[in-house]
């Protein structure tokens, strides 16, 4: 059965307007301005929006699990649990994001990851984001030193072929021996990201003239602006085509520093993550996260030895709530850098965006940005 969706503010990549969203099997099939649909809809199944926002479900590329479940344990079971949880926060798709294992136990977990559809109860499962295991011991933050190690060809190819094409995205950092030859290889096969770098501004620029695309929460785990000695924030500041991921809580980053970097990087650069740990949706306590005691108190995370941040405790929902506050976006903008830039950033042709022939993966807001529904591949299961 087909659906119409009437009476709501449509939010485009470019624009937002009044009108009407008519679904057949799961795909976008028609947009219409002002609700002047000249179709007959008494065969349809009607959702009346009442006048709130219809934007693309939001896109989270970075997220290591939530709901007291981690992406490196038990993949079948922590996807399912994640996927579902996922409707309640307007997150219809997501990467896996695993930490640093030892190079047997990531076989064996990308393994595992091979066999998971993507379609699931809940929000859809896009594939695997391997934070590390090529990253700098100096930037290393809660990743198990023993593992980090410089690229070679060999493991790589290991892991895409564990992996089973379900190997998306992939943190680097720039510097490590033999890392550009490795960017040159490895940047078909895998979407490459820049980040837990001590890569000055130099290096970081030739990294993404070889192939990188991103920066992986950027500020967070690498080196900074300095007027006399140029890192990798830098750079990120500099190129006109990366991508930075962005941890939007008010805690990795100080509002004032997301203003100034928005002003920069506008929305046409900007991906908003959660770089949420299994803590999120749980009570206050302390939780296990990359082989490290931390402790949950309200919307911070940190490992209990060091106060190193460990993670967010972030939605994605909060983060566009945040993002407006701190920048005053407009709502078209804030679904950019939620929806259509992590799909962009990753080839996915048919997601992020309102546009006929995409996947009906659709959420309904009020004026305030509260979540009102969550509809995947046009059913609405929240």
Do not use: W
């Given at each position: 059965m087909k659906t119409l969706i009437k009476n709501v503010v449509i939010?485009?990549?470019?624009?937002?307007?009044?009108?009407?969203?008519?679904?057949?099997?799961?795909?976008?099939?028609?947009?219409?301005?002002?609700?002047?649909?000249?179709?007959?809809?008494?065969?349809?199944?009607?959702?009346?929006?009442?006048?709130?926002?219809?934007?693309?479900?939001?896109?989270?590329?970075?997220?290591h699990g939530s709901y007291g479940h981690d992406f490196i344990s038990n993949p079948k079971e922590t996807v399912d649990i994640v996927s579902r949880g996922l409707l309640k926060e307007g997150t219809t798709s997501f990467l896996a994001s695993l930490t640093v294992l030892s190079p047997g136990d990531t076989l064996k977990l990308l393994n595992q990851y091979k066999n998971i559809e993507e379609k699931q109860a809940g929000a859809n499962f896009l594939g695997v984001h391997l934070e590390g295991p090529y990253l700098s011991y100096e930037k290393r933050q809660l990743m198990n030193p023993r593992y980090l190690r410089s690229p070679k060809s060999e493991d790589f190819e290991e892991m895409l072929l564990a992996a089973g094409g379900k190997l998306k995205y992939m943190t680097i950092a720039p510097e490590l021996?033999?890392?550009?030859?490795?960017?040159?290889?490895?940047?078909?096969?895998?979407?490459?990201?820049?980040?837990?770098?001590?890569?000055?501004?130099?290096?970081?620029?030739?990294?993404?003239?070889?192939?990188?695309?991103?920066?992986?929460?950027?500020?967070?785990?690498?080196?900074?602006?300095?007027?006399?000695?140029?890192?990798?924030?830098?750079?990120?500041?500099?190129?006109?085509?990366?991508?930075?991921?962005?941890?939007?809580?008010?805690?990795?980053?100080?509002?004032?520093?997301?203003?100034?970097?928005?002003?920069?990087?506008?929305?046409?650069?900007?991906?908003?993550?959660?770089?949420?740990?299994?803590?999120?949706?749980?009570?206050?306590?302390?939780?296990?996260?990359?082989?490290?005691?931390?402790?949950?108190?309200?919307?911070?995370?940190?490992?209990?030895?060091?106060?190193?941040?460990?993670?967010?405790?972030?939605t994605q929902l909060e983060a566009i709530k945040n993002m407006r506050q701190f920048c005053s976006c407009d709502v078209v903008d804030l679904f950019k850098m939620a929806s259509y830039n992590p799909c962009r950033l990753l080839n996915i042709d048919n997601k992020g965006c309102i546009e006929a022939g995409k996947d009906a993966d659709l959420i309904l807001l009020d004026k305030d940005l509260n979540l009102k529904a969550t509809i995947v591949a046009g059913k609405q299961i929240y």
């Open positions: 939010v485009k990549k470019d624009k937002k307007f009044n009108g009407s969203v008519l679904i057949d099997e799961g795909i976008i099939s028609q947009i219409f301005e002002d609700d002047s649909y000249d179709i007959d809809a008494t065969a349809m199944r009607i959702i009346d929006g009442n006048g709130f926002f219809l934007a693309p479900g939001m896109v989270d590329i970075h997220l021996d033999n890392m550009q030859q490795f960017i040159k290889y490895a940047h078909n096969k895998v979407v490459l990201s820049i980040g837990h770098t001590m890569a000055n501004c130099s290096t970081t620029l030739k990294a993404l003239k070889s192939g990188c695309k991103s920066f992986t929460h950027l500020y967070n785990g690498m080196g900074q602006h300095q007027h006399r000695q140029p890192m990798a924030v830098t750079a990120a500041l500099t190129d006109k085509r990366a991508y930075s991921e962005l941890i939007v809580d008010g805690n990795h980053v100080h509002p004032d520093v997301v203003r100034a970097t928005y002003r920069v990087l506008g929305s046409r650069q900007i991906i908003l993550i959660t770089d949420a740990m299994l803590a999120k949706g749980m009570a206050d306590g302390e939780y296990v996260f990359s082989n490290l005691a931390c402790r949950k108190q309200g919307n911070r995370v940190n490992v209990i030895e060091t106060g190193m941040f460990a993670g967010s405790v972030i």
